[in-house]
């Protein structure tokens, strides 16, 4: 289906907001695996461009940032260090939404499909509680749910091209609950 540009807050045909891109940044694999720090600055420069225009611009940054850098630090664990990550950042009203196009191996895109499955269950809260807690081994898993239940995250995985999957993260950091 063909996607129709339409105006900021609009809604496309498939019932999906319409969210207006903001800005990417896209890096080689190999060079972003190596140094931890990149998944610092990486998250840290998108959270500044991104929150100039926010009720209260440093606490949308603090809480950006740190939400897109545990996304990042999943992505810094893969396996495949051939390709390219793509960080995309898109708004609609007072949800930020994350694209990451991360390249994986099968296994990693099983790992990605069950993890957000599991997040977005009914039980989601109590597996971050138990994961923290020490009752449950850790896993990267806890990631994604402390994303889910601290942030209000909504997460998916989608296709991409290649050997690489689309992790998208709604992030509602500027209404209520946060």
Same mark, same amino acid.
């Given at each position: 289906m063909e996607q129709v540009r339409m105006p900021m807050g609009s809604v *496309?045909?498939?019932?999906?907001p319409n969210f207006e891109p903001m800005i990417q940044?896209?890096?080689e694999m190999k060079a972003f695996v190596s140094a931890w720090r990149h998944c610092d600055y990486v998250s840290t420069y998108m959270a500044r461009m991104i929150s100039q225009n926010r009720s209260d611009?440093?606490?949308h940054s603090n809480l950006f940032s740190s939400a897109f850098n545990e996304l990042l630090e999943v992505a810094f664990r893969t396996r495949q260090a051939e390709?390219?990550?793509?960080?995309?950042?898109?708004? *609609?009203g007072a949800t930020d939404r994350i694209?990451?196009?991360i390249p994986c191996v099968p296994e990693e895109r099983q790992?990605?499909?069950?993890a957000v499955a599991q997040v977005t269950g009914?039980?989601?809260?109590?597996?971050y509680i138990n994961s923290v807690s020490g009752d449950i081994a850790p896993s990267r898993e806890v990631v994604l749910l402390e994303l889910a239940v601290d942030y209000g995250a909504t997460l998916r995985v989608e296709e991409a091209d290649g050997d690489a999957i689309k992790l998208v993260?709604?992030?509602p950091l500027e209404g209520p609950q946060n």
């Open positions: *496309h045909l498939t019932g999906e940044i896209d890096m611009s440093v606490r390709g390219e990550l793509a960080c995309r950042v898109s708004r *609609h694209e990451l196009t790992f990605y499909e069950e009914s039980e989601a809260r109590e597996r993260a709604d992030l």
